[in-house]
């Protein structure tokens, strides 16, 4: 018999539709996947180097729970320098991606029943994640007229005697939406007045476009860095996905407990990876790194928005940030059912894939994540085009 806990678990559909395109591409069939969730750059040679490095000098045991000193005294002064935030090494705990340091903070604070509210739509794993910890996810509906952004008002119905904490992404994945400072500062003091925790997944960081500024609620004042947990990840920032380095940045009373879970599940961060990451924050290179992947991905949302909007009887809001674009195919879904029925269509008929927006949930969108050329992104959406023809009567 299965635990109660673990009944309900899917496997990320964004993991899924990846690996179901590769399994396509590899039997020869000409499919254009935008359904993946990283960068298609490779990781700076600079940052493999220090790795292999760091293996040949025979860094190949465990580390102290929280990360080597070195990376967490890094990434101190990052937060500090970047983000106007003063936390202390031992208030960082390195873990697993950001992922698992979402986890691990769900575990540290969440009690049976308790309430998380979530903007929606959310990134795949949030919900899961918090049911997996014995509460409740509570959906906050975010209006595409108000371009995905959620505002102080949208979270005050949704308080509750059980509400713990609220979740925080932006820029966002799925909508690429970034929370304008003034907004935020409204949403932390609500927080703040209410007893809710922030938990600011700040993966997007290094990827926000026109005049938008990314802003961390715990930047604000030292009450709201009290009940804020900053969470990051090498993963996007440095095209690093499959080394699992993540970060959580909290008040030393939180990160203890994350690294005694830590050391009691996967005992810490791989070593070498971990060196790495070191070498990718300290390394002046990353800037220009950062500044190309960061152009690269403002043309080709230029290019997906304009592309998008010219097709009929679709809705498309541009993206502030993220890499992905988030348009609104309900016209079209509703003639086969739901959206997953659209993207199944779109995947047979036109060999394209892209995540229905109910995965996020929000059924009748989809989600393109812009981690292509811009030769392959024209042509993917011309291939949407071509296929929701099919559904036009
Ligand atoms: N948070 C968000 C919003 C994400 O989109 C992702 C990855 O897609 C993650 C966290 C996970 O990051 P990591 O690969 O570091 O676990």
């Known amino acids: 018999m299965l635990s109660k806990r673990v009944s309900h678990i899917k496997p990320a559909p964004t993991l899924a539709l990846t690996a179901k395109v590769n399994q396509l591409k590899n039997q020869g069939v000409d499919v254009i996947g935008f359904g993946a969730g990283e960068p298609d750059f490779d990781t700076p040679e600079f940052v493999k180097e220090a790795c292999i490095k760091a293996l040949k000098e025979g860094k190949t045991k465990y580390s102290p729970s929280a990360g080597i000193l070195p990376l967490r005294e890094a990434i101190s002064e990052k937060l500090l320098k970047e983000n106007g935030v003063d936390y202390k090494p031992s208030e960082i705990v390195v873990t697993a991606g950001a992922k698992m340091a979402l986890y691990l903070v769900f575990t540290t604070i969440l009690e049976e029943g308790d309430e998380v509210l979530l903007p929606c739509p959310y990134w795949v794993t949030y919900p899961e994640q918090i049911i997996l910890c014995g509460a409740k996810p509570k959906e906050i509906i975010l209006s595409e007229e108000k371009q995905f952004v959620l505002t ?18 932006s820029p966002s994945n799925p909508t690429g939406a970034v929370i304008p400072e003034e907004e935020m500062r409204k949403i932390a003091d609500i927080c703040l007045e209410h007893n809710i925790f922030i938990i600011s997944d700040e993966c997007y960081e290094a990827f926000v476009y026109d005049d938008e500024k990314f802003v961390s609620p715990a930047s604000f004042s030292k009450e709201v860095r009290e009940i804020t947990f900053t969470v990051n990840a090498f993963s996007k920032t440095y095209s690093m996905t499959g080394w699992r380095i993540g970060y959580v940045a909290c008040p030393e009373k939180f990160a203890k407990i994350i690294a005694d879970l830590n050391s ?36 080709r949302r230029d290019l997906a928005y304009e592309l998008l909007s010219g097709i009929p009887n679709i809705s498309v809001v541009k993206p502030k940030g993220a890499f992905y674009i988030f348009p609104n195919l309900s016209f079209y879904s509703a003639k086969l059912g739901s959206d997953l029925a659209l993207a199944e269509f779109l995947l047979e008929k036109g060999k394209v894939a892209a995540v229905p927006g109910s995965a996020f949930g929000r059924d009748g969108y989809i989600r393109i994540s812009y981690c292509v050329s811009e030769d392959v992104l024209s042509q993917g959406i011309l291939r949407i085009e071509k296929t929701l023809e099919l559904l036009k009567d």
């Open 152 to 169: 102080a008002e949208d979270i005050l119905p949704h308080i509750t005697k059980r509400t713990k904490a609220l979740i925080l992404n």
């Open 264 to 299: 009691q599940t996967i005992s810490n961060a791989t070593t070498f990876a971990q060196y790495g990451a070191l070498e990718a924050i300290k390394n002046p290179e990353s800037k220009k790194f950062i500044q190309t992947m960061r152009d690269a991905f403002q043309r």
